[in-house]
């Protein structure tokens, strides 16, 4: 499984983002997917996932604020993120669980300023 993140930038506090993980491989819709987070000195975090059933499931800190979704068809992965705060910076990375293997992909930068 090949994992490709984009759509970071740039954003005041405020304001949204909607990152795109794209997934090779025939097997996506049986995937659990997630995202994860890596602020500079911290170490790697859970966001989001959701299940190859649409599940999903959020940490305390995005409820309410992000939605992670996927689309089988596309073999894509989103993370919507609204209301970003400057403590949402970090590079954001997307994973994807086959069987027993984990699966990453090249982070994407999202900067938030105040």
């Known amino acids: 499984v090949q994992l490709q993140a984009c759509g970071g930038g740039l954003v005041q506090a405020g304001g949204s983002l909607r990152l795109s993980c794209a997934a090779s491989g025939r097997t996506f819709s049986s995937n659990a997917m997630a995202w994860f987070r890596q602020a500079p000195g911290k170490q790697r975090e859970l966001v989001a996932a959701?299940?190859?059933?649409?599940?999903?499931t959020y940490v305390d800190f995005v409820k309410g604020r992000f939605t992670i979704s996927r689309d089988n068809a596309k073999n894509t992965v989103y993370l919507q993120m609204n209301s970003l705060k400057p403590e949402d910076t970090a590079v954001y990375y997307c994973?994807?669980?086959?069987?027993?293997?984990?699966?990453w992909g090249k982070g994407t930068q999202v900067t938030v300023s105040s």
């Open positions: 994973r994807a669980t086959s069987g027993a293997m984990d699966y």
């Open positions: 959701i299940s190859s059933g649409g599940s999903t």
